[in-house]
């Protein structure tokens, strides 16, 4: 991957972790925003990955229709 789509690519997850609220909800709180990502990841090397998974995917599609239902109103 070169400069430049690593950048879009790191843009890209922070606008994810805005999206999630997690910015707002943590005070900005770096060490805070990184620890739930370390706990998803925690998560994701456990035994129910593929349930984990799955579970979050259904939750980020909703989260992506309800942001793109906002847009239009």
Known sequence: MNRRERTRHLI??????????????????????????????????GPDRDTVLALWQRRGKRAFVEDDSKLAE
């Open 12 to 45: 890209e997850l922070g606008g994810l972790v805005m999206k999630a609220g997690l910015v707002e909800l943590t005070d900005d709180d770096r060490a805070v925003i990184l620890g739930v990502l370390v706990e998803a990841a925690a998560k994701l090397r």
